[in-house]
């Protein structure tokens, strides 16, 4: 049932698509309206993502299925960024319904569609400010406050809150697992942080609108907000997972997820043509 259900998916895929190429390609094709060409990208952006999520995979946490690795939330993204935060949101709020009904794993929670959502919303919301120039910030330097106040947010917690959420403290190699985590946190950070420089020596000579450092930035507070605030809240809830080992696990998993959605995105995003982003 799943196998049928991508392959209908990729031939809708294939479908519109060569039907959108053939129209440009007519010497009579009047221009698409920019609203009627965002609601066919957007549907294409759904299929995307809902093909690309069928090739997740998840690592259990206490018994349950709890870390996902997936870059199907990069079409979202795009379609926030492209066409604005109404549209990413839609994009999220259908990828997740429609990738739930094909291949649910578990029991259903609007938290996760809310999600999906914001991936798409949150971007379109700051692309939208930088094009209408109601915001100017210097993106380098907002990236390097946010990893700051995101180590020491996060060693507040661990200490001062998720520990206490623990019925008795473990100990890792002798050491109070809140100490292990601050250690293993700050190591973090400057790794991703390292990471982080890297990407933009890489891509320093390829700035525009969608720069390396705005899509660091807004990939950065999409997965605080989503990952480190909101997907606790939703695990907690549904499997009573401790908040305090949901967040630690994922601040983890940021170093793989933050650069490579960014390289992902990044390199996507350009390769469509300007006409194309600019509509």
């Not at 946010?146 to 473990?170: C, K, P, S, T």
Request: with cysteine.
């Amino acid at each position: 049932m799943q196998q049928n259900s991508i392959l209908l998916l990729l031939i809708l895929l294939l479908g519109i698509t060569l039907a959108i190429w053939l129209r440009g390609r007519s010497p009579k094709a009047r221009p698409m309206n920019a609203n009627v060409f965002h609601l066919v990208a957007s549907a294409l952006f759904v299929a995307i993502s809902v093909i690309l999520a069928q090739f997740r995979f998840y690592i259990p946490l206490f018994g349950f299925p709890s870390v996902r690795f997936s870059i199907s939330e990069v079409p979202i993204f795009l379609a926030g960024s492209l066409f604005g935060p109404i549209y990413g949101a839609m994009v999220g709020f259908a990828s997740d319904i429609i990738s739930f009904i094909l291949a649910s794993s578990g029991a259903y929670h609007f938290g996760f569609t809310l999600n999906a959502m914001l991936v798409g919303f949150i971007p379109g919301v700051v692309f939208y400010l930088i094009r209408k120039k109601q915001v100017s910030i210097a993106f380098d330097k907002m990236n390097k406050i946010l990893a700051g106040v995101a180590l020491i947010g996060a060693l507040i917690y661990i200490n001062f809150i998720g520990i206490y959420e623990l019925d008795e403290v473990i100990t890792i190699m002798g050491m109070p697992i809140n100490i292990v985590l601050s250690i293993l946190m700050i190591v973090l950070v400057i790794a991703l942080s390292f990471v982080v420089v890297k990407l933009k020596k890489i891509y320093s000579n390829h700035e525009g609108f969608y720069s390396i450092d705005k899509l660091i930035f807004i990939a950065c507070i999409n997965y605080i907000a989503i990952n480190l605030m909101l997907t606790p809240i939703w695990l907690l809830q549904l499997y009573n997972i401790p908040m305090v080992a949901s967040i630690s696990v994922r601040i983890f998993k940021s170093l793989i997820d933050v650069p490579l959605q960014v390289i992902v995105i990044y390199s996507i995003i350009h390769a469509i043509p300007r006409s194309v982003r600019e509509r």
